[in-house]
């Protein structure tokens, strides 16, 4: 495979790439260090890739097993990117911006607090707007075994998220 070949076949895919990677890492940096090493995996074996029936999916299971292998890895600590750093909508008002972001830090600390099968496929869910084919795929779950999964994750944040929400009204009654 040629250089320019190479670039129009596998160039297009690092948005979905790095996504996939970002959700699976939860960090920025390790997103973008596994980018890097999947291209240079994809360059080094560019002679064999011509047999590759689907790209987007070799890319996406090569990202898979890089991020996995990073997150064994026993000498790596856990760091989250912080929900600050997530792009939210603008809102009206500066107090909207204000209660959006809180919701989103609370989220995501509920997401935090998951099982970590369940939080990497709710991440694929719900963050990388992934079909439950892809998430079966990068994960390697069974279709029941993802429907599950997400069925679960949704559960325990509804059920945290309204325990939240009922001590900050009570919270707030209080102080009036």
């Given at each position: ?31 973008e260090d ?6 240079c995996?994809?360059?080094d074996?560019r ?7 689907n790209?987007?999916?070799?890319c996406?299971t090569?990202v ?5 292998d ?27 911006d ?5 919701e ?7 997401i ?12 694929l ?6 079909s439950?084919e892809?998430?079966?795929?990068i994960?390697?779950l ?10 679960r ?10 325990k ?6 009570q ?6």
């Amino acid at each position: 495979m040629d250089t320019e070949t190479f670039k129009r076949q596998f160039l297009p895919l690092h948005p979905r790439l790095y996504r996939t990677a970002f959700i699976l890492t939860g960090n920025s940096r390790d997103a973008e260090d596994i980018l890097q090493e999947a291209y240079c995996k994809l360059w080094d074996k560019r002679k064999e890739l011509n047999h590759i029936r689907n790209p987007e999916a070799f890319c996406v299971t090569l990202v898979k097993h890089l991020c996995l292998d990073l997150l064994r890895s026993a000498d790596r600590e856990r760091r989250q990117e912080p929900v600050d750093a997530l792009p939210l909508p603008a809102e009206e008002s500066p107090e909207a911006d204000v209660i959006g972001q809180d919701e989103a830090r609370q989220m995501q600390q509920l997401i935090d607090r998951l099982p970590e099968n369940q939080r990497q496929v709710i991440r694929l869910r719900g963050f990388n707007d992934c079909s439950l084919e892809e998430i079966e795929e990068i994960t390697g779950l069974s279709a029941v075994n993802v429907r599950v999964l997400l069925s679960r994750a949704r559960k325990t944040i509804r059920e945290h998220y309204v325990k939240l929400a009922d001590y900050e009204r009570q919270r707030i009654k209080a102080t009036y």
